[in-house]
C-alpha cells in the first residue's frame, strides 16, 4: 500500500472504498478495525466520507478519531454537519474540540448558528478562545478581520537567530503556521517579516533585526477580503500581516484560506454574470423557495426591460404591419447585439476584477472594442443580408436587417465596453450592474435602430 | 518609514512614487541612488515599476538588482518585457539570470517565444537545467508536468532528524519550497512526505521513516493542472508531488502557482460564458485581428440558431400577419426564456467545474431546477399577462404570452440543467458548450411553442 494515489478518479474510488469497509464495521461494531482504517487517511477525505454516512453513524465515526484529527477532520466538515455534530454538544468530546479547531473557522460557523446556541456555545468556550473568536467576530463580513487567524508567531528585533528558532520549536505544535513570523515592538506594532527559510540560513548568533526585511507588506482588519487574497497572489507569499489602524499586528491570513477566497469571489462573478445572486456557497443546502428568490429579482429588472422593447414594438406596429417579413429577424438582432455586449463587458467586467485593467485604461479599452465591434458587425451584417435576402428574396429588407446588425454591433461592444467602467467608478458592482444595462441599451435601442431604418429604407409607415 | 502598507490605494501610490522617483535618478544618471531605493521595495513591485519604464531606461533599471534581485524580478515580469531582456542575451548577466529562474517559469516563457530564438537560448543554458528545462517541455500544456518545478528536497527514510536538518540547510538558498519534503527509495519513487514542522518538532534522533506520512496524496505528470490544483485546495497543502507512471518523483507543484492556476481557470470558465474564447491571458498585448477572431466564431454559431428562429417566425408569418400584436412579444419571451437558462446552467457548470457537483446528483438537480423554472414561470407568467393585458387590451393574446413564457421557463430550466451534465459526460467543455444549445432550445422551440399556443388559442393561421 505504499503506492501514491495520483489520479482523480483514483481518489474518489479510494473515498469510496473507504466509505464501505467503514460503514461494514460500524454497523458490526467493530470499531478498533475502524479506527485502524480511517487514521492513515486525509483529514479532508475522512470529513468527506463522514458525511456520506447515514446521520446516526456519523457521531459513531467521529468519535472513533484522536482528538488531534478529530480537530483536523472537523475543520474539513461542511457547516450543516458541523452544526449537527454542536447539537450533540452536551458532550465534553465535541465542545473541547470546538474549543480547540481554529478561531477563523469557528467565527465561520459561528456565523451561520442560530444566535442562542452561539450564545450556549461561548460560555463553554475557555476565555482566551471567546477572546479570540469575539474578536475575529467583531469585523465586518469579508474583510481581513473576519478570515485572519489570531495565531502566529512574533519575534522581537534584539533576539538572535538562535533565540528565534527556540520559540518556534516551542510554539510549533499549536499554531497555524511556523513558515511566516512576524517581528513586533513593545506595543505590537508590525516592524518586519521574516521567513522561517531565513532563520534556518542565517548564521545563529545574527540578529533578527539584521535579517528581517523591514518594510512588511500588510492588510488591514477592513481590508476586502478579495483584495487580501490579491496581496497574497501578487507577492506569492505564505500569509500576510494583518494590522489596525495603529500598525498593531493582530493576526494573519494564509494561503490556504486564500485559495478558498478567489474560488468563492469567482463563483459570485460567475454567477453575477448568469443572473443568480449569490450570498456564499449553499445553494445546495437552500430550499426550493430561496432559489427562486435569488433568482426572481434579476428576472423581473429584464423584464422591465423587454417590456420597454416590446413598447417600441408595439409603437411601431404600423412598420411591421406593412413588411411582416420585419418581424422575422427580431430575435436574431437583439441576441446578436447581446452577445457582442456580452463578449465585451465579459473581458472588461474580469479585467476590473482581477486588476489586471485599471481606471487609467477606459479610453485605450473602449477605442478597442470599439473597432472590435466594428469589425464584428461588418462581418456578421455582411453574412445576414445574404442570409436574409435567401430567406424572404428581398432586397431592400435584406439591407435593413444587415445595416442594422452592423449598428447594433457597435452600439453593444461600446455599451459593454463602456458601463463597467462607469458602475465601477461609481463604485457599484460592475459585475452585477452591466448586464441589465447592456440588454436594455442593445434591446430597446436596437430595436428602435431596426424600425428606423426599415421606416427610413422601405418608406413605410408614412401613415 | 518603518510603516506597513496596507490598503491597496497606498500600494499604488508607493508604486507610483518610487516609479517617478526611479526615472528622475535614471535620467540624470545617478544609478547609485537608483540601486539604494530599489533595494528595500518587493520584487512583484519593482516588476511593474520596470515595466512602466520608457523601453531604453528598462535595461537600465533592471541591471541596477542584484543578481538575486534580478532573478526575482525577472519572474514577475510580464512575458513581452522577459523577451525583450533577453533580446539583449549576448549580455552575460542576462544570460545568467535566465539560466536561474524556476524551470517552470522558464518553460512558461520558452513557449512564447520565436522557435529559433528558444534554439539559442538552449544552447546557453547549462547543462543541468537545459535537462531540467527539457524535462518540463516534454509535457503537455495544462498538466502537471508542465507546471511543475523539479526543484524540491528528498529525504531517505532511514535518516534521522538531525540528518534531514543538515540536508535542508544546504540546500535552503536553491531550492523553491523547504517546507514541504519528500522521502523516496532507491530508486525514486515517492514513498512519504512530511513538512519541516514535522521535522522541527521531532526529536532529532528519531528516523524520518518513523515520522513522514506514508499514503502521499500526488498528482501525475499528465493530470490536468487545475485538477492539480484542487488537490492542493482540497487538502490545504502548501505543494504536492508529481510523479511519472512508475510512482517516481519527478517535481513538485506549489501553492503559489496553484493560485495562478485556478484564476486563469475562472477566467476561462467567465470567457467561456460570455462567448469569448480565451487561450491563455492576453488580451491586452494581443492585437484587433485576434482579439475578433477569438469572438467571430462564437458569434457565428449563435448566428446560426438565429437563423433557426428566424426560419421558424418565417413559417408562421400567416400567424404573425392575422395577428400582428403578438411580434411586439417575442423578444420578451426568449429574452426571459434565455436568462432562466442561463441561471439554471450557470449554477449547474459552476457546480460542476469546481467539483461541489458530481454525476451522481444529475436527477436531483434536474429535477430543483424543474421545480425551480415552474415557480419562476408562473410568477413571470401571471406578471406578463397582466401586463401584455394592459399594453395591447386583448385578453386572448394576453393569456397566449403568459402561458407561452411559463412552458418556455421550464423548457429552458431543465435544457440550462440538463445540457451541462450530458456535456461533462461526452467529455467536453460544459461551460463552452451549453449556452448555443441552451440559446438554440430556448429561442426555436420557444418561438414555436408560442405561434402554436397563438393558433390554437387565437383560432388563426386556419388559411
Known amino acids: ?106 467565527a465561520r460557523l ?67 503556521t511556523i513558515y511566516v513570523l512576524y517581528v513586533t515592538d513593545d506595543s505590537r506594532r508590525l516592524t518586519g517579516t521574516l521567513s522561517l527559510r531565513d532563520l534556518v540560513t542565517a548564521e545563529p548568533e545574527r540578529l533578527i533585526r539584521e535579517i528581517m526585511t523591514a518594510k512588511a507588506v500588510a492588510a488591514r482588519t477592513d481590508t476586502d477580503q478579495e483584495e487580501t487574497a490579491r496581496i497574497i497572489q501578487r507577492y506569492d507569499f505564505l500569509a500576510v500581516p494583518v494590522v489596525d489602524v495603529e500598525n498593531r499586528l493582530v493576526g494573519i491570513v494564509t494561503v490556504d484560506d486564500v485559495l478558498d477566497v478567489l474560488e468563492e469571489e469567482a463563483t459570485e462573478d460567475i454567477y453575477a454574470a448568469g443572473g443568480v445572486q449569490s450570498q456564499g456557497d449553499d445553494y445546495f443546502s437552500s430550499n426550493l423557495m430561496t432559489v427562486a428568490r435569488k433568482r426572481v429579482v434579476w428576472l423581473f429588472v429584464l423584464l422591465i426591460t423587454n417590456t420597454l422593447t416590446s413598447g417600441v414594438i408595439h409603437s411601431q406596429e404600423d412598420v411591421l404591419a406593412q413588411v411582416i417579413a420585419l418581424a422575422a429577424f427580431i430575435p436574431l438582432l437583439i441576441d446578436a447585439g447581446g452577445n457582442v455586449g456580452a463578449q465585451s463587458s465579459t473581458v472588461v467586467i474580469r479585467g476590473l476584477n482581477t486588476e489586471n485593467i485599471g481606471p487609467e485604461q477606459v479610453f485605450s479599452i473602449i477605442r478597442k472594442e470599439g473597432l472590435a465591434g466594428i469589425l464584428l458587425g461588418v462581418m456578421l451584417g455582411a453574412v445576414v443580408t445574404v442570409w436574409a435576402y435567401l430567406l424572404q428574396g428581398d432586397g431592400l429588407v435584406a439591407v435593413t436587417v444587415g445595416l442594422s446588425l452592423f449598428c447594433i454591433s457597435v452600439l453593444a461592444a461600446l455599451a459593454g465596453a463602456g458601463l463597467p467602467f462607469l458602475f465601477k467608478r461609481m463604485n457599484l458592482d460592475p459585475a452585477l450592474m452591466s448586464a441589465p444595462f447592456i440588454t436594455t441599451a442593445v434591446d430597446v435601442l436596437g430595436v428602435a435602430i431596426y424600425l428606423g431604418i426599415a421606416r427610413a429604407l422601405l418608406g413605410v409607415g408614412e401613415a
Do not use: C
Not at 488531534?68 to 465542545?95: C, G, M, R, T, W
Not at 476565555?127 to 485572519?148: C, D, F, H, V, W
Open 1 to 106: 500500500m505504499r503506492e501514491s494515489l495520483s489520479a482523480s478518479s483514483e481518489r474518489v474510488e479510494l473515498r469510496q472504498s473507504l466509505r464501505s469497509q467503514l460503514l461494514g464495521l460500524l454497523e458490526t461494531s467493530q470499531f478498533e478495525a475502524a479506527k485502524s482504517i480511517l487514521s492513515p487517511a486525509q483529514p479532508a477525505d475522512i470529513a468527506d466520507v463522514i458525511e456520506s454516512l447515514p446521520s446516526h453513524l456519523q457521531v459513531v465515526a467521529f468519535r472513533l478519531l484522536s482528538k488531534n484529527e478529530a480537530i483536523q477532520v472537523y475543520e474539513h466538515l461542511e457547516s450543516p454537519y458541523q452544526e449537527a455534530l454542536l447539537k450533540d454538544f452536551k458532550h465534553p468530546d465535541v465542545l473541547e474540540i470546538f474549543d480547540q479547531i481554529s478561531p477563523d473557522d469557528r
Open 110 to 176: 459561528l456565523d451561520e448558528l442560530p444566535a442562542k446556541v452561539v450564545r450556549q456555545l461561548f460560555q463553554r468556550l475557555s476565555p482566551e478562545e471567546r477572546q479570540a473568536t469575539s474578536l475575529l467576530l467583531g469585523y465586518p463580513p469579508e474583510t481581513a478581520g473576519r478570515i485572519m487567524t489570531p495565531e502566529y508567531i512574533s519575534l522581537k528585533e534584539e533576539w538572535n537567530v538562535q533565540q528565534a528558532l527556540e520559540r518556534i520549536r516551542e510554539l510549533a505544535t499549536q499554531i497555524e
